[in-house]
């Protein structure tokens, strides 16, 4: 256990065959300090609140806006935990929004985006990623859940958590504001076992990042596999190829064409898939089948660790990506059609913004050589995820 019980995702990867240890002193959840507690020791103002419109069964969200004293802004809706803008600066200093999303909580819920279903800024689970044929084995007991993607369960199944509407508490920390959102996934819901207590939060800090703290626990053992899916556009431009990106792994899962894993952790030297050096996004997409949609097995995975740089030459924005997981999702927009128009008319082409999902690898459930993501009871998961911004003159 680390000192100040700060136990995270602790992976030890030896060559394919991994373990993964989740803290079981059944930590508490992350702070959840009042608002006028916290600004009076830190001297920071809570979030705004702002109604986001209504859902498809009349129930009224709302959008949370947290500040740094930087200018930085992210709007978070406890529809699906959804980040829906952030605004950083470029290298004049002017803002813009990095994040492809709507004005509204009906872009969310249109015929469009649901076949579509691009999971734009939304928190992800059960089980974040693919499990092939829907299905798994958990001590001796196989599960059925509910498929949403071909023969296959993506992302939680037909209504995952980028569905539901979290309980939400604005609030500050000594890092900055704070969005605190909870949601219990009731045993059985997608089919997946066990009372899942899920408790994420949000916090912009004062050096420029967006932290991700996600926690839970179980009353019976499940796989849990969770992150943010974000679509990031560090440009503001039609799409992202011209963005430069840096990856720190040496190996990928390859996968096959409905895209599951095959077990193989394929070195990327010598192939499209390296990006241990920068490279731009466009420069060999065309070489990768369909796009970039895979996991990354990152070099580093004990503590927090780097998982991706970003940088866009037009506007200098960079985005550093640090996380507590071993993978990474790295996603090129690859499904986007146009059919999307999101914030202020942007129509949402092929391309239009890139993922970069922390994560355990897809299809662990059925992976016995892949780091587990079995949460059992008595444990308490926990993992952490920052993009820090800034820029290059």
């Not at 979030?47 to 498809?56: D, H, L």
Request: glycine share 12%; hydrophobic share 30%; net charge neutral.
């Amino acid at each position: 256990m680390k000192k100040n019980h700060r136990a995270g995702l602790l992976v030890s990867l030896a060559g394919a065959a991994s373990l993964l240890t989740i803290a079981g002193c059944n930590q508490s959840a992350p702070s959840e300090q009042g608002a006028d507690t916290t600004q009076a020791a830190t001297g920071t103002s809570a979030p705004t609140t702002a109604s986001f419109g209504k859902t498809q069964d009349g129930t009224e969200v709302q959008l949370y806006t947290l500040t740094n004293a930087h200018g930085l802004k992210v709007s978070i809706t406890n529809y699906g935990g959804t980040v829906t803008s952030l605004l950083v600066p470029d290298k004049s200093g002017q803002l813009g929004d990095v994040v492809l999303g709507f004005d509204n909580v009906s872009g969310y819920q249109s015929p469009e985006y649901q076949k579509s279903g691009p999971y734009f800024g939304a928190l992800i689970g059960r089980f974040g990623n693919r499990i092939k044929g829907g299905k798994f084995t958990l001590d001796g007991k196989e599960y059925t859940l509910a498929k949403n993607n071909g023969e296959n369960t993506l992302h939680g199944g037909k209504k995952g958590f980028d569905k539901v509407v979290w309980q939400a508490e604005p609030g500050t920390s000594a890092d900055g504001q704070t969005l605190t959102l909870k949601y219990l996934s009731k045993d059985g819901e997608e089919g997946y076992p066990g009372n899942l207590n899920v408790t994420v939060v949000y916090t912009l800090t004062s050096n420029d990042a967006l932290k991700i703290d996600y926690s839970a626990t179980t009353d019976k053992a499940t796989p849990v596999n969770l992150t943010n899916h974000a679509y990031f556009n560090l440009s503001g431009g039609k799409d992202v190829l011209g963005h430069e990106v840096t990856i720190p792994a040496d190996r990928y899962n390859v996968v096959d064409a409905g895209l599951i894993p095959t077990g193989e952790l394929r070195p990327v030297k010598g192939t499209p898939f390296d990006f241990t050096t920068p490279h731009t996004i466009g420069e060999r997409i065309a070489q990768v089948p369909g796009g970039y949609d895979h996991n990354w097995i990152l070099n580093q995975t004990a503590g927090m660790h780097a998982a991706a740089t970003v940088y866009e030459p037009t506007t200098g924005r960079t985005m550093e990506v640090t996380t507590t997981e071993p993978g990474l999702q790295f996603y090129t927009g690859n499904f986007l059609d146009g059919t999307l128009t999101g914030k202020g008319g942007t129509v949402y082409g092929k391309h239009a913004g890139f993922c970069m999902e922390t994560q355990h690898f897809p299809d662990s459930p059925n992976q016995p050589k892949f780091p587990s993501t079995t949460l059992n009871p008595g444990q308490t998961l926990q993992s952490t995820t920052t993009y820090t911004f800034g820029v290059r003159k």
